[in-house]
Structure formats: structure tokens, C-alpha cells
């Protein structure tokens, strides 16, 4: 059967290409394709609503998954870049910190580099708990800076951590010393205003001005203790609200430390054992 259908394929092409354009298989081949013609045009136009939605599907499903590679790029991306900036960021810290080290009074004390890694859940961070701690020689009431000035001090410590009261806890006060007018006084919180800084106790507070960086004194005394060494920054003085008279001025202080994003402090432990005895 194979055979004689393919012989009568072989004559029949061989006869339709030998005859001229009038033949008659040339003639039933269009007489066929008159027929069937209208027949495949309305199938088509009946099918090409079920093409389009299948094409519809098959560019739907490409497109998500590009989407889903794009967002996935996009994320690492991302994730990438946060890293970098963080990285960044600590090594700006870092380096800042090593520039302060530098100054008179800090050559005196044995330096901790320290990571935060929690700040205290209320939004002014009136705390923070670093890696370190009694292992590294930390211990309470020791001094803590960054590379803008001075952040706070020990408040508890144990082996492997420690927690930092900042210098806007309403606990927290120190004697300060303006950089220009060299005016002394004591540096607390102002109290119903968190972040706030005043300086307090100023016996020539006419003489203070707008901009004045006030650091911290360095010195020990009955009135105005200071535990830190000298020289450190603690804030410029933004506003001086004038009061009936000299001791009612109120010196509000902006901390020099932004207290809001600090990733890299350092605690200034107790003077090495060669620097205790000269």
C-alpha cells in the first residue's frame, strides 16, 4: 500500500509539473484552493483570539521571570551597596578616632576600640551596649568618645561587653571649659529636652558666644569634676537665651558627637602601668 501511494504521489507530480498552466490538475488545485480558502480564513480568524491569549501567556511568563531576575539582581545589588556604605562609614570612624588619639591628654590612657550593637530603644539613644568590656579592661566610669568628641561613659560592664550612658542621660554631667573665652562651667542636660545640652555654673557667662566649641576641662574639683582627660569636645554652644539678669542666661549646647549614628566608639581605660609611675 505504501508503495503504490508513493508511485501515485511520483506520477501525479510528475504530470502536474509537466503540464502547461491550463491543465487539469493545475485547474483542480485551484478549484480546491477556492473552496478551502474562505474555510482556513474563518478558521484563523475563529483561532486567532486563542493564539493571541496563548502568546499573552507564553510574554507573561517570560516577563516574570525577568522580573524576577531583575529583582533578584536588584536585591544583591542592594544588599551589596549597604555593605559597602557601611563598611565605609566605620572606616571614617575609625579614622577619625585615630585623629583624636592624637591630642595632649589622650596620649595618657590605653585607647579600646569598641563596636555598638544596640542602641537603647527610646528615640533620643540615651544609651548604647558595645563589644566590649572587663576582658579588655574596660571598667565603669570609664570615659567614651568617637571621632566627633565625647559620647559618654561606662555605666556597667561585664566580660565580653558594656553599657554606655551617653551625655545627653539625664544622669550625666561634667565640668567643660569654651575653646575661646576659656570660660569654665558644668556641662548637663537640659531637662524636657531631649539631646538638648546646657552649660551651667558659668561665673562671666557674658563673655561666652554663639559657635564656642566648650570641651571637656580635665580637671577635678569640688564644683566642677571632670573624670575625662582635657581637650575633648563635647558640643558647640547654638543658642544663649538671655534672662533677667547674668545667672539666668541659659548656654544651650549642641553635642559635637552625633549621638544618633554612632557605630565605632572607644573607651579610654586607665593610664598604662609605665605612664601611672612618671
Avoid at 474555510?39 to 493571541?52: C, H, N, T, W
Avoid at 566580660?159 to 554606655?164: F, I, L, W
Amino acid at each position: 500500500m505504501l508503495a503504490l501511494l508513493v508511485t501515485a504521489s511520483l506520477i501525479l507530480l510528475t504530470a502536474y509539473y509537466g503540464e502547461s498552466q491550463n491543465g487539469r490538475l493545475h485547474s483542480a488545485q485551484r478549484g480546491a484552493l477556492g473552496a478551502l480558502s474562505p474555510i482556513q480564513e474563518g478558521a484563523s480568524r475563529v483561532l486567532k483570539p486563542f493564539r493571541d491569549l496563548f502568546g499573552w501567556f507564553g510574554d507573561t511568563i517570560d516577563a516574570k521571570d525577568q522580573r524576577d531576575k531583575a529583582e533578584a539582581a536588584r536585591g544583591k545589588l542592594l544588599v551589596e551597596n549597604t555593605e559597602l556604605r557601611n563598611r565605609l562609614r566605620m572606616a571614617e570612624q575609625q579614622g577619625k578616632l585615630n585623629g583624636i588619639d592624637t591630642q595632649g591628654g589622650m596620649s595618657q590612657y590605653g585607647p579600646v576600640d569598641a563596636r555598638v550593637y544596640l542602641h537603647s530603644p527610646n528615640s533620643w539613644y540615651q544609651s548604647l551596649q558595645i563589644n566590649k568590656g572587663t576582658n579588655d579592661g574596660v571598667k565603669v566610669g570609664d570615659p567614651v568618645i568617637n571621632g566627633a568628641g565625647l559620647v559618654g561613659k561606662i555605666e556597667t560592664a561585664w566580660g565580653g561587653g558594656a553599657v554606655v550612658t551617653l551625655i545627653t542621660d539625664p544622669e550625666f554631667a561634667t565640668g567643660g571649659i569654651t575653646g575661646t573665652s576659656q570660660e569654665p562651667g558644668s556641662v548637663v542636660p537640659a531637662v524636657g529636652a531631649p539631646g538638648d545640652l546646657l552649660f551651667k555654673f558659668v561665673d562671666n557667662a557674658n563673655k561666652v558666644r554663639k559657635g564656642e566649641i566648650v570641651y571637656t576641662a580635665g580637671t577635678i574639683s569640688s564644683r566642677l569634676e571632670s573624670r575625662y582627660p582635657p581637650a575633648i569636645p563635647i558640643g558647640i554652644i547654638d543658642r544663649i537665651d538671655i534672662g533677667d539678669g547674668e545667672l539666668d542666661k541659659r548656654i544651650h549646647i549642641t553635642p559635637t558627637a552625633d549621638l544618633t549614628r554612632v557605630d565605632m566608639v572607644q573607651v579610654l581605660t586607665e593610664p598604662h602601668a609605665d605612664l601611672q609611675s612618671k
